[in-house]
């Protein structure tokens, strides 16, 4: 079938792309904190900016493969060569590249699998949902490593489907086998699911054992070289994959961040992807698995879930690496339910209150596409950015009651804190009073959680201007209820002694 028309489909290309770039401009931070203080603290500590007290555990552990870790290193070194030292700048950078894999990861499954829809309608659906669906987008513009592992896995397996019928083409295997190993040093899980694909060539599909064997000696081609960049990054001979192995299945240390029951992932789904929408991302990619036992995707998928499904620690981000085929999935299901076998399944989906339903869920998809495209992706991030923007050239002092904002963990945000910027915690008013009499420094900030300053902290000497909120202006005029008072907010003061 053709690809709709060529002219349209790099007309959704570039409004895809658009939404990408926007999102990876203004969705400044990260999804989780591993996304932080294990990529982007561990270039920062290569860049000479940390001192290995300032890293989590797992750099003590060496389990941290280092590969993106490096990849941020050279974004930060390049940046700097050409001029640009604000880190904010550098870590959009790096999401607008995350985007990028993403979206030629997604371009390319569309262009193999267009020809297994044989509907034009569920071809349309499939590219909306492959370039438009709202948490997609926000996960393919992370830097995290279930982004990469999984959009370089499916970059790997778009090719293997693509060339798996060419037979003159030798060193296309090998080459698969690297994407796939460097999929698996960016997130070791993902090896669950390039088992399921190797023994599905391998049972099913009877694929070219001498084309298995180069496939798997390109996964440890890719995996050797994954050691000589961890050796590069901690500097010693150290297996990443078998240190995490060691520490968290075997020493059980992945339990001690929480154990969730088996259908964690299922009700995370259905309350996150937007009820009742969601059903459809729960049940078609079961309905297909059921019903196509010896297809490709049910072998890769199925060892990819059992596993993290009976694994007690369980988090949404764990699913990551699967969001760029679910589109296809989705898709393949309703085709498979259009068949005359479900006949009746068929027909409901052909009523036009169904049609409506589907009509609104592109009204929903696209306000939270748009959501996310403008809201930052952790609020603390925002705050440090504005800091930086205006106060990295000064030397400034931040000070708080509550805890210190750039301490998120037991280690310290360093990437994004200025060389000016020191912090201070104060245990009262009176404390408050002393540390803006001391006059130690240019500016003094003085940071709260909500939205009016609390009459407590005020004082004859102190004046307190206020110059940051993580709300925007409009919200605070919608203040009915007092509702602001009892929301938690991130409220930014500069404070200074009264003159006389």
Not at 19 to 28: A, C, D, E, Q
Not at 103 to 117: A, G, N, Q, S, T
Not at 400 to 420: G, I, M, Q, V
Request: hydrophobic share 50%; glycine share 4%; aromatic share 22%.
């Amino acid at each position: 079938m053709k690809l709709l028309k060529l002219k349209n489909f790099k007309w959704l290309i570039l409004i895809s792309f658009l939404f990408h770039l926007i999102t990876s401009i203004y969705s400044v931070g990260f999804h989780h904190l591993d996304e932080h203080y294990q990529i982007l603290e561990f270039a920062n500590y290569k860049s000479g900016n940390n001192l290995p007290s300032d890293l989590p555990w797992e750099f003590e552990a060496k389990l941290r493969p280092a590969i993106q870790p490096a990849i941020a290193f050279l974004i930060i070194k390049s940046s700097q060569t050409i001029g640009i030292t604000d880190p904010f700048t550098q870590a959009m950078i790096m999401r607008i590249l995350s985007s990028l894999i993403s979206m030629l990861c997604v371009i390319l499954l569309i262009y193999v699998f267009k020809d297994e829809i044989k509907s034009e309608q569920y071809l349309k659906w499939f590219l909306f949902l492959s370039f438009f669906l709202w948490f997609s987008v926000y996960a393919q513009v992370r830097f995290s490593s279930e982004g990469w592992s999984g959009s370089i896995f499916f970059i790997g397996f778009a090719l293997l489907y693509y060339f798996k019928t060419k037979e003159k083409i030798i060193f296309i295997p090998f080459l698969i086998g690297l994407i796939f190993g460097f999929a698996f040093i960016f997130r070791y899980q993902v090896g669950f699911l390039i088992l399921g694909l190797l023994l599905w060539l391998l049972i099913i599909d009877k694929y070219n054992f001498k084309k298995i064997f180069l496939i798997v000696f390109g996964i440890i081609a890719a995996i050797l070289i994954g050691v000589l960049i961890d050796k590069w990054f901690y500097g010693e001979w150290t297996f990443s994959a078998w240190n995490y192995f060691q520490f968290n299945i075997v020493k059980g240390k992945v339990s001690s961040f929480g154990v969730h029951p088996w259908h964690f992932y299922l009700t995370e789904i259905f309350w996150k992807a937007v009820p009742p929408y969601s059903l459809f991302l729960i049940f078609m990619p079961i309905f297909w698995f059921i019903f196509k036992p010896k297809n490709i995707f049910t072998w890769m998928f199925i060892p990819f879930l059992l596993v993290h499904f009976l694994i007690g620690h369980k988090e949404f981000r764990f699913l990551f690496p699967l969001i760029n085929i679910i589109p296809l999935l989705v898709v393949l299901g309703f085709h498979e339910l259009g068949k005359d076998k479900f006949k009746n399944f068929g027909l409901f989906f052909q009523r036009k209150i169904f049609r409506w339903f589907i009509y609104l869920f592109v009204v929903v998809n696209t306000i939270y596409l748009i959501n996310i495209c403008f809201r930052p992706a952790d609020y603390y991030v925002s705050l440090y950015k504005f800091i930086y923007k205006d106060y990295k050239d000064i030397k400034t002092e931040l000070i708080f009651f509550n805890e210190d904002p750039y301490l998120r963990a037991p280690e310290p945000a360093n990437f994004y804190k200025s060389k000016n910027l020191t912090t201070k915690s104060v245990l009262d008013p009176d404390s408050l009073q002393f540390v803006v009499n001391e006059n130690k420094y240019d500016k003094i900030l003085f940071m709260t959680d909500t939205f009016l300053l609390n009459e407590k902290y005020r004082s004859q000497n102190v004046e307190f201007k206020k110059i940051y909120s993580n709300l925007p202006k409009w919200v605070e005029n919608l203040n009915y209820n007092n509702w602001l008072e009892r929301t938690r907010i991130f409220t930014l003061y500069e404070i200074s002694k009264i003159k006389n």
